[in-house]
């Protein structure tokens, strides 16, 4: 493949290496010039124009990472069409997913130019979302180094989905004096609906003095109606071999092959089994839904992956989930001459007003006038009004326009050039420009009249209390609506976001904390057609 500046005459079926604007067009990146498209160049007075040109052993970016897809083997997933050299790889069902590190590796190392992304070993994924993705860099790639590719993939699985089985689960809990029964009842819902992302279920429950002989008999009696046993200890294990858990497991006629793990939280687990059924003791941190160790065991055995004490060991790297620097951290203390002063969250607004409303038939539903003001602004000045550190505007369709209606406003703007794509591209571009000490992003839609200043500070308000590491969504009797804060914690799911979706199959597949703050009917109220908009108040402009 040649790359660089050819003289207009020589570019026809060259590939454009940049986006260039040719009058009142624009031509993207990637587009093969035609004859048409060499005269309207010439036309708007360009004389020559940088562009690669494939050579004849060349295959193009599109059909050589679909090549590379159709030629690896993978199940439970599929490949989505290509599209700028890059083929997104997506689970079809739920479950835990698996890949053949050495074989990514190698093929990563081939050459530049070829490369493929996936999520880690053993992640937890949903139906629908990314696993992988293989993108070509250049525009092209030689039939010889693709084929090395290939081959290095030919009889070996590249990674595959393990989808989740529905496991009958017996819960024993052990009691002593200083445990309330509203803690046993709310471990019960909590691991009710852990088991629930599985399609999984609780078969029984029995509850025992904190005793090896009592635990014992209750693992055999669950055990017999079963297809797995829990067992949460009243007090936390404090000898691997002879406490009451692992003790009770061996008295049940059961093997315990490992107590302890290195992963915190969740150091405090035991792995068991009882005629060829897992018997688990679970760490003090499994009656919280917060993410620990216990789940990375649990969603394997869910699938049928088989968890090892060797398994077990190796887990210690990466294995460390309290502070992360995916999590969102505690509010900074800094010092003054009054001494140490506590930081608010930074919370940004991401306003997303770059969508074609395309429902409205032509005119620019961000540009219709609320009381002489056009409907972006008005949503811009509220956000300014708000407890919020910052407005960034995503903008797109009929950019200029937008940005004049915003003049004078202290906002940053930034341009998605894949809006028509859908409502996922301006999401991902507004994340993805916030400074690195955002804890947060209080996502608002440009098209939502009744949002106030303090509605938005009653999310921002919530969403501090919580110490940033919560969804805040706005509700109106219960049911959800917008606008929503994402925690820092989100921030690396909603790069993988496609299509014309927001936020919420990432909300509900992550597992975290999620707080409905009541704002009103104003968290119902957008404006998608001519009818809600006059119903609201607004009047379209051309």
Known sequence: M??????????????????????????????????????????????????????????????????????????????RPAATGRVNLHATV??????????????????PDITIATMPPFAPMVEGQMVATIKIIPFAVSENVLERALELGRGREAFRMHPYKPFR???????????????LD???????????????????????????????????????????????GASAMSDPDEDVIPAAIRAAGGIVHRSGMPVDPGNLFVLGERQGKPVLGAPGCARSPKLNGFDWVLDRLMTGIPVTKEDIAGMGVGGLLMEI???????????????????????????L?????????????????????????????????????????VIGHQGERVKNALAGLQVTFVENPHFAEGLSTSLKVGVSTLADDAAGVLVVLGDMPGVSPSDLDRLIDAFRASGGRSVVRASHNGRRGNPVILPRSLFSAVSHLEGDTGARHIVEAEGLDIIDVEIGAGAFVDVDTREALANAGGVLQD
Do not use: C, Y
Not at 52 to 73: I, M, Q
Not at 169 to 183: A, D, R
């Open 325 to 351: 620097p995916t999590r969102p951290q505690p509010r900074e203390l800094v010092s003054g001459k009054g001494g140490a002063k506590e930081v608010a969250l930074e919370v940004p607004v991401v306003l």
């Open 169 to 183: 689960v017996g819960v024993v809990q052990t009691v002593l004096p200083s445990i309330k029964s509203s803690v």
């Open 94 to 111: 739920s479950g835990v997913f698996t890949v053949d590190r050495q074989l990514i590796d190698a093929i990563n190392l081939v050459d």
């Open 186 to 232: 709310k471990t019960l819902q909590v691991t009710q609906e852990r088991l629930g992302r599985t399609g999984s279920s609780i078969s029984g429950e029995i509850r025992t003095p904190h005793s090896a002989p009592e635990v014992a008999s209750a693992i055999e009696q669950l055990a017999a109606s079963s297809d797995m046993v829990l067992v949460f």
């Open 353 to 393: 007003a770059a969508g074609r409303s395309s429902r409205m038939g032509g005119p620019n539903k961000l540009l219709a006038l609320f009381g002489g003001t056009p409907l972006a602004r008005l949503s811009a000045e509220r956000a300014l009004a708000s407890k919020a550190n910052g407005v960034l505007v």
């Open 2 to 79: 040649k790359f660089g500046s050819v003289p207009l005459e020589e570019a026809e079926g060259a590939i454009l290496a940049h986006s260039t604007v040719v009058g009142a067009k624009r031509f993207r990146k990637a587009r093969v010039l035609s004859a048409e498209d060499v005269a309207a160049m010439r036309d708007a007075g360009l004389r020559d124009i940088i562009v690669a040109v494939l050579a004849e052993d060349d295959v193009e970016e599109n059909a050589a990472a679909e090549r590379l897809a159709a030629g690896l083997s993978f199940a439970g997933i599929e490949a």
